[in-house]
């Protein structure tokens, strides 16, 4: 399932259409982060033909000068990840996995995450990479409160049901270019 769920958003990166889905993805998103009184979100740096967020937060940063954004660090394999405070102009260098991560090394806590997604359900469960980062990181979330979550999709990742784990919970929603769930 996740190969094809990947394959499927891989190749809808050269349709014609994808630039209209985004406008309309980064619109709902924005919508929803309005209803949120945030001062630091953590987001990733797309891969995959995942949606892009970078500019939607660099807006997001501009309007308030007390804000924050964070990327997700892999600091070592099978533990919960660092989230590392991000803004247009940093420098960046290669993480692990190949995915850049800022060079400066200035650790933050999100009070509410944007998770790609590779694929969800509609009781907004996640399937991402298999790797179960997102899950350990916010298992281990720093005094149990855990931070807002919003996963990132398509339509085209949208299945009927997603096997569950005892370790799966549901994100708080899940927005995609056409609704937000």
């Excluded at 349709?15 to 619109?27: F, I, M, S, V």
């Excluded at 797309?46 to 892999?74: N, Y």
């Excluded at 993480?95 to 009070?111: M, N, S």
């Excluded at 398509?154 to 995609?176: F, N, Q």
């Amino acid at each position: 399932m996740r190969s094809t769920l990947l394959a499927s958003r891989e190749a809808q990166r050269d349709d014609p259409a994808q630039a209209e889905r985004n406008k309309a993805l980064a619109t709902r998103i924005e919508a929803l982060l309005a209803e949120h009184a945030v001062k630091c979100i953590g987001f990733y740096w797309p891969v995959a033909g995942e949606f892009d967020a970078r500019a939607l937060l660099t807006r997001w940063l501009a309007a308030d000068a007390t804000r924050a954004a964070a990327l997700p660090v892999v600091v070592e394999p099978k533990a919960p990840m660092a989230f590392h405070a991000w803004h247009a102009q940093m420098p960046m260098k290669e993480g692990r996995y190949r995915i850049p991560v800022p060079a400066q090394e200035t650790r933050v806590t999100p009070d509410l995450l944007l998770i790609p997604c590779v694929g969800f359900d509609l009781q907004r469960l996640r399937l991402g990479y298999g790797g179960g980062y997102y899950d350990r990181t916010l298992a281990a979330w720093p005094n149990g409160e855990r931070p807002v979550t919003i996963g990132i999709a398509y339509e085209s990742g949208k299945c009927d049901a997603l096997p569950r784990e005892t370790h799966d919970l549901p994100l708080g929603a899940i927005v995609t270019e056409a609704a937000v769930y």
